[in-house]
């Protein structure tokens, strides 16, 4: 698998939600959200409008842990 860091990273990441999501019985419809969700709040981070802590506060939420 020869991928970009970034591609890799978003891919597995989507998979892992996927995952999340199915084991707490959520619908894929609300797993998609949620990912959207968590990158829009990646690119706010990295755009330095969300601090790493504001991140992972409400990264926790939207996966309900």
């Known amino acids: 698998m020869n991928m970009p860091k970034k591609e890799l990273i ?3 990441f ?3 939600c996927t995952r999340w999501m199915q ?3 959520i ?3 609300s797993t ?3 990912a959207s ?3 829009k709040l990646a690119s ?3 755009r330095g409008i969300l601090t790493e802590e504001e991140f992972t506060q409400k990264k926790k ?3 309900g842990i």
Do not use: A, V
């Open 61 to 63: 939420q939207l996966l």
């Open 23 to 25: 084991f707490q019985n």
């Open 27 to 29: 619908p894929s419809d």
């Open 10 to 12: 978003d891919k597995l």
């Open 32 to 34: 998609d959200n949620i």
């Open 37 to 39: 969700q968590i990158e």
């Open 44 to 46: 706010l981070k990295e």
């Open 14 to 16: 989507n998979i892992i």
